[in-house]
T-cell receptor
Framework: QKEVEQNSGPLSVPEGAIASLNCTYS??????FFWYRQYSGKSPELIMFIYSNGDKEDGRFTAQLNKASQYVSLLIRDSQPSDSATYLCAVNSGGGADGLTFGKGTHLIIQP | GAVVSQHPSRVICKSGTSVKIECRSL??????MFWYRQFPKKSLMLMATSNEGSKATYEQGVEKDKFLINHASLTLSTLTVTSAHPEDSSFYIC?????????????FGPGTRLTVL
């Protein structure tokens, strides 16, 4: 059974600070890793994906992957109140023909 | 950008009736579409993989006779919840991958909220 674990939070971060979101996964054969943001009542929207060990930066967002530790994280710099949402970590073990396995999500609150 | 639509966005039905949800890729062809379900305060759970022109692949624990999936064209997949019961009330979300695309190009629809009375 593939599992993706996240701390459900809420994680409260002051505006302008760095928010750090963490995720672990059980399937060592996982190949693709994704971070989605979901607002209440809405469907997920893709923030970033990462395939290789190390860091990947996109604007204020940095994804970090450590396959040896089966750990993936998302850093949000200069946090804004609009970043307040639930962040879902998702993992794909195949090459695109497989659906995603999602974690339960971390509820992030950015305090003005 | 790639757009996936779902219809209806919200549906309320009586227990025992069937409900059909449509998922369309508006500006790309999708060989594969995925159906997810999300209960309140829970994560998305993959229900099934819909393959154009062939039978859907269901995840363990998902009843294929209850959740009928049809993927008759490269731009449309439908999910029919048959004989719906209150425990089927959930947020149903589809996603679509452009033909030849990898997992990073999986686009989500806006979701359909089903309430069974």
């Amino acid at each position: 059974q593939k599992e993706v674990e996240q701390n459900s939070g809420p994680l409260s971060v002051p505006e302008g600070a760095i928010a750090s979101l963490n995720c672990t996964y059980s399937d060592r054969g996982s190949q693709s890793f994704f971070w989605y943001r979901q607002y209440s009542g809405k469907s997920p929207e893709l923030i970033m994906f990462i395939y290789s060990n190390g860091d990947k930066e996109d604007g204020r967002f940095t994804a970090q992957l450590n396959k040896a530790s089966q750990y993936v994280s998302l850093l949000i710099r200069d946090s804004q109140p609009s970043d307040s949402a639930t962040y879902l970590c998702a993992v794909n073990s195949g090459g695109g023909a497989d659906g995603l396995t999602f974690g339960k999500g971390t509820h992030l609150i950015i305090q003005p | 950008g790639a757009v996936v639509s779902q219809h209806p966005s919200r549906v309320i039905c009586k227990s025992g009736t069937s409900v059909k949800i449509e998922c369309r890729s508006l500006d790309f062809q999708a060989t594969t579409m995925f159906w997810y379900r999300q209960f309140p305060k829970k994560s998305l759970m993959l229900m099934a993989t819909s393959n154009e022109g062939s039978k859907a692949t269901y995840e363990q624990g998902v009843e294929k006779d209850k959740f009928l999936i049809n993927h008759a064209s490269l731009t449309l997949s439908t999910l029919t919840v048959t004989s719906a019961h209150p425990e089927d009330s959930s947020f149903y979300i589809c996603s679509a991958s452009p033909s030849g695309g990898g997992a990073d190009t999986q686009y989500f629809g806006p979701g359909t909220r089903l309430t069974v009375l």
